[in-house]
């Protein structure tokens, strides 16, 4: 499997590999003492700013993707097999889970999945929770970057003028009316917006592949899929939409892990708003 797992079929293979993904963007601790306090069983937690992200420079965005070698190496520590299914799952919504599902397939594991719904319907459903640690022997990771679905800095500022670019913030963050988070509103010009949590139905898991083929084929027009740049902030919801088009099977997006975070920390690059 890798794109959704149900809570019902977790629950039926204890022997899958699960990642708990939990994070607060306004309390970076947060994720790790709740992961701390019960999680879902055999889960191991990554951190989004420890695990899932290279150092900052101040220019490189706020989670910037690590060195392919880096992260491989964590997953062998993670005891990672590539014959494993693994599971990511977060609070809910998913998007923290679709970073570390895109940044497995990009290492060259293919068999990952989000679950859906996230820890917020296993707990509904009153499904197990532990405080045990789980343990797992280290492995030496035999993976290799896949360029294919990473989007670099020139890829993005070569693409501008194809309207192949697609925000994944909210409206109001996309239309520079609002920035809660990063120095500078605004967005990449033609860019195109896709809320991420519109990826959702009422319940917090995915809509149907049909209902986000329809939803995302409305802003892409007739642009290829395997042409879409993905970006948010910091490449997180970015992922969220990513993880979505697989669903809807709109194929071969990218993601520009660097997002708005990088591209607007330089003066020089050019950025639109809708005020």
């Not at 306090?37 to 951190?47: K, M, Q, S, V, Y």
């Not at 809660?180 to 592949?209: E, H, Q, Y």
């Not at 490449?235 to 997002?259: D, F, K, P, W």
Request: overall charge neutral; glycine content about 10%; aromatic content about 8%.
């Amino acid at each position: 499997m890798n794109t959704l797992v149900s809570t019902d079929e977790l629950a039926q293979h204890p022997e899958w590999r699960i990642f708990d993904c939990r994070h607060d963007l306004a309390n970076a601790a947060l994720g790790e003492q709740q992961y701390a306090e019960g999680h879902i069983p055999g889960a191991l937690f990554a951190h989004l700013d420890r695990d899932l992200s290279a150092p900052k420079t101040g220019g490189n965005g706020r989670h910037p993707l690590p060195e392919p070698r880096a992260f491989i190496s964590w997953m062998g520590k993670q005891g990672l097999k590539p014959t494993d299914q693994v599971v990511c799952y977060d609070g809910g919504p998913g998007a923290m889970a679709a970073r570390l599902w895109w940044m497995l397939r990009w290492a060259g594991h293919e068999q990952v999945a989000v679950l859906d719904g996230g820890l917020a319907k296993w707990s509904r459903e009153g499904k197990p929770v532990t405080a045990d640690l789980p343990q797992f022997e280290a492995t030496s990771y035999p993976g290799k970057a896949k360029g294919s679905l990473y989007a670099s800095l020139a890829l993005v500022e070569k693409k501008l003028k194809r309207g192949a670019l697609l925000d994944a913030r909210a409206p109001v963050r996309y239309r520079g009316e609002q920035e809660p988070i990063d120095p500078v509103a605004g967005r990449i010009p033609g860019a195109k917006n896709r809320f991420n949590n519109d990826n959702l139905a009422s319940d917090g898991t995915f809509k149907s592949p049909e209902s986000l083929r329809e939803e995302f084929e409305k802003v892409l027009s007739d642009r290829n899929s395997s042409d879409v740049i993905n970006y948010c902030g910091s490449g997180v919801a970015a992922c969220h939409n990513a993880l979505a088009m697989e669903i809807a099977g709109l194929t071969g997006s990218r993601v520009y892990i660097g997002s708005w975070s990088e591209w607007s920390a330089d003066p020089t690059r050019p950025i639109s708003r809708s005020v």
